[in-house]
């Protein structure tokens, strides 16, 4: 079946750090995948998302790229701020098929 | 265009009662999901609607819990003699999944948070 693994956390960060949060899929077929963010009291919503091998997702200063050789979606950015931080969630979605997310990733970037 | 919506946003309710959340998810989206979210964790999968597909239940943690789709729209979600782990923010998701630009992408609620007594 399909799957996703993320990097477990928590994260912790300077402010202007580099981040890299890994993300590794199991799926049949070709997924779309997806990185959703959740502020701290808040809904998740979507950061980023790439449709096909190669895509490259952008939002907000992050990225990520659909790695279809290495079955992977990290995703970077290169100078974290203190808004930044939240739980951050990768997933797969399937045409008509149920979506699989990953268990999350708290970061928190530190003044 | 409206979001998902859920109702109620908070519920308190005592050990034994039953519950019913609700989900009103975007028009026109064909997937509805619902999900748990306990303090500090992850999003556990409950139910996945598809269509007028047979749902997928196979993450419902016990046969208290139950939920149905009517009309291809609203969704509730129903606790049954609840308890306190039950205690959790449960949130709700519409996707399109057929054609467009946005499809598999999940458009969350707001959550309600649940808290047995």
């Known amino acids: 079946g399909n799957s996703v693994t993320q990097m477990e956390g928590p994260v912790t960060l300077s402010e202007e750090a580099f981040l890299t949060i890994n993300c590794t899929y199991t799926?049949?077929?070709?997924?779309?995948l997806f990185w959703y963010v959740q502020y701290p009291g808040e809904g998740l919503q979507l950061l980023l998302k790439?449709?096909?091998?190669?895509d490259k997702g952008s939002n907000k200063g992050f990225e990520a790229t659909y790695r279809k050789e290495t079955t992977s979606f990290h995703l970077e950015k290169g100078s974290v701020q203190v808004s930044d931080s939240a739980v951050y969630f990768c997933?797969?979605?399937?045409?008509?098929?149920?979506?699989?997310f990953g268990d999350g990733t708290t970061l928190t970037v530190k003044p | 265009g409206a979001g998902v919506s859920q109702s109620p946003s908070n519920k308190v309710t005592e050990k034994g009662k039953d519950v019913e959340l609700r989900c009103d998810p975007i028009s026109g989206h064909t997937a509805l999901y619902w999900y748990r979210q306990s303090l500090g964790q992850g999003l556990e999968f409950l139910i996945y609607f598809q269509g007028n597909s047979a749902p997928d239940k196979s993450g419902l943690p016990s046969d208290r819990f139950s939920a149905e789709r009517t009309g291809g729209s609203v969704s509730t979600l129903t606790i049954q003699r609840t308890q306190q782990e039950d205690s959790a923010v449960y949130l709700c998701?519409?996707?399109?999944?057929?054609?467009?630009?946005?499809?598999?992408?999940?458009?969350f609620g707001p959550g309600t948070r649940l808290t047995v007594l």
């Open positions: 790439a449709t096909k091998a190669d």
């Open positions: 799926a049949t077929g070709y997924p779309s």
């Open positions: 997933a797969l979605g399937r045409r008509a098929g149920k979506s699989t």
């Open positions: 998701a519409s996707s399109p999944t057929s054609g467009g630009p946005d499809y598999n992408e999940q458009f």
